[in-house]
């Protein structure tokens, strides 16, 4: 038998170093602390359990099992992220471009659509109550702080007097005519929280990434699931292809032509598909297509980003699989605005992030997209000339800047006074509390629900929180880290001053607009930590302030 050398006294003190013994004193601790986990968790799944069903009783009495079977989920999910608020805030991302096949498939009641703030508010007051306990800002960066509260108060001011004014004076009616069943405050309020609402992602994503490893998982998670939405997005298309599912093919007259929940297709909401008219608006995994078509130009940036920052050539790989999984659902999803900004936005990252000069990074990477790409066009030639000759059609039939300029006209004649006409008026959401008018481009809706000085308010805070973020980016030496920060500072100079349709009070633009804009924050401290664990000297100073939740 062959003898086995053994191994030196050199190399066990090696081996020794890399894997460091825990004394008894260290492992008692461990365990404890892992007990007093599993006790407060069964404690907590307990309570909240019989909390939710006694409510969940009756509630069924009162209103059925529709009502009752959310409520029974929510509360539970509303305990769940008030103590373990980093899991809901990752939870929460997850869930908002899936929320739509979601709503769709447990049922569609207006409640759904707030689902995913179940897992946002709660984990919000726990950063909250976390940060006055240790004396940390939740609203970040400092500078924003003074335009959001001067468009704040604005915003109380509209809801207090203009709202509130619709609220004890309804409008008069005549004799035969029913008075709208309208509750104007609630409306200001639902308003309000899509207006301003998810501000405060900026502190929670900021203080939810503690180190490299957190920022490298939040990338890669976004990566997965923009690789999920787009395989459901073309499974989708693929299905309607076939004729698994029949979309509005069959239907008649104007019908051909909308969008409509009837149709949808096992993911998703309401869709359009009639190709022997040469029309398909597909919505992906969300509500509705205008929606999956924001979650594609916003992904566009996300999967750059990675694709070509991460420090694994497996992330890289699949970071350029995402990017080029979002060409092709611009392709057939049938948008025009996802086919038209798609590649410019890709484009306009290549020149701003420069890594169109980084030849030995981006020539590989490019032909693999160019690849991938061009085997998604010789597959479907037709499907991509159709898609081009639609947006070219459509562009010359309706020129987006007089659409704008029409909208801006149209509601600056309607706007009741310097605080508009109420919040939530022009607010898709808000019209099962009242009459709201459909508003399609952002900036127009703004200076309809707050005025003038809303819109300008407005104008001020996202100005603000754009020079913030380039100063930010600009400072990061890191380059990985800096490419990636320039690739969300241009996402956020994008959306900033974008005013075609309304992504920033939709999902899921909402939500990312406000929560990568912290992560542009955050990476400037990582860059810092970056730099301390280079130079040992510089241990000594001060550690950029964590919170620990």
């Known amino acids: ?32 602390k892992a007990a007093q986990a599993r006790k407060e968790f069964t404690s907590l799944l307990t309570a909240a359990t019989f909390g939710s069903v006694f409510f969940g009783i009756i509630l069924f009495l009162v209103g059925g099992i529709k009502v009752a079977a959310p409520a029974v989920l929510g509360i539970l999910i509303m305990s769940f992220s008030y103590k373990y608020p980093r899991q809901a805030l990752y939870a929460f991302l997850i869930y908002v471009p899936f929320g739509g096949t979601i709503t769709y498939y447990v049922g569609n009641s207006p409640v759904l659509q707030l689902a995913k703030d179940s897992f946002y508010i709660p984990a919000l007051i726990a950063f909250w109550q976390t940060c006055n306990k240790q004396g940390l800002p939740l609203i970040l960066p400092k500078a924003i702080k003074t335009p959001l509260f001067i468009l704040l108060g604005l915003c109380l001011l509209t809801l207090l007097f203009i709202n509130g004014g ?35 992602l900026i502190g929670c994503a900021y203080y939810l990434i503690r180190n490299k490893q957190d920022f490298l998982f939040l990338s890669r ?24 599912c029949e979309g509005t093919r069959n239907a008649s007259g104007d019908d051909l032509f909308r969008a409509t929940l009837d149709a949808r297709c096992y993911f998703g909401g309401s869709l359009l598909y009639s190709p022997s008219q040469g029309v398909i608006r597909l919505p992906g995994t969300f509500v509705a297509p205008w929606q999956w078509a924001w979650f594609l130009i916003s992904s566009t940036f996300f999967a750059f980003a990675t694709g070509f920052t991460d420090p694994s050539l497996l992330w890289r790989l699949l970071g350029l699989g995402s990017l080029a999984s979002v060409f092709i659902n611009a392709v057939v999803s049938g948008q025009r605005i996802a086919l038209a900004l798609v590649p410019v936005c890709f ?18 990477m490019g032909l693999v997209l160019a690849l991938m790409l061009g085997i998604a066009m ?15 059609g459509r562009w010359e039939a309706s020129p987006p800047q007089e659409f704008i300029v029409q909208q801006f006209e149209e509601n600056w004649r309607n706007v009741r006074g310097p605080l508009g006409s109420g919040l939530g008026r022009a607010t898709n959401s808000a019209r099962a509390l009242g009459t709201t008018k459909l508003v399609e481009t952002y900036y127009p809706k703004v200076l309809y629900e707050v005025g003038i000085l809303g819109l300008l308010g407005f104008v001020a805070l996202v100005t603000t929180l754009t020079i913030s973020g380039f100063k930010t980016y600009r400072s990061i030496k890191n380059r990985n880290f800096r490419t990636y920060a320039a690739a969300l500072w241009v996402f956020i100079l994008f959306i900033s001053y974008n005013t075609y349709y309304y992504p920033l009070d939709v999902d899921p633009v909402a939500v990312y607009y406000w929560f990568f804009a912290g992560v542009l924050f955050k990476l400037a401290v990582l860059d810092k930590q970056e730099q301390q664990n280079a130079d040992p000297q510089q241990t000594t100073k001060k550690k950029p302030f964590q919170v620990k939740v």
């Open 166 to 200: 619709q609220q004890l004076n309804p409008p008069t009616v005549g004799l035969l005519q029913t008075p709208p069943n309208e509750m104007p405050i609630g409306m200001g309020i639902l308003g309000l929280k899509v207006f301003l609402g998810y501000v405060p």
């Open 347 to 364: 484009v306009i990252l290549l020149l701003l992030t420069g890594q169109i000069r980084n030849l030995k990074r981006f020539i590989p």
């Open 221 to 244: 998670l976004q990566v997965v699931i923009i690789l999920i939405c787009c395989a459901l997005g073309f499974i989708q298309y693929l299905l309607l292809l076939t004729g698994v």
């Open 1 to 32: 038998m062959l003898k086995t050398k053994p191994k030196s006294k050199k190399s066990q003190k090696q081996n020794t170093k890399e894997v460091p013994t825990l004394s008894l004193k260290e492992r008692l601790t461990q365990k404890r």
């Open 378 to 392: 010789a597959a479907y030639p037709d499907v991509v000339q159709e898609r081009i000759d639609s947006l070219f």
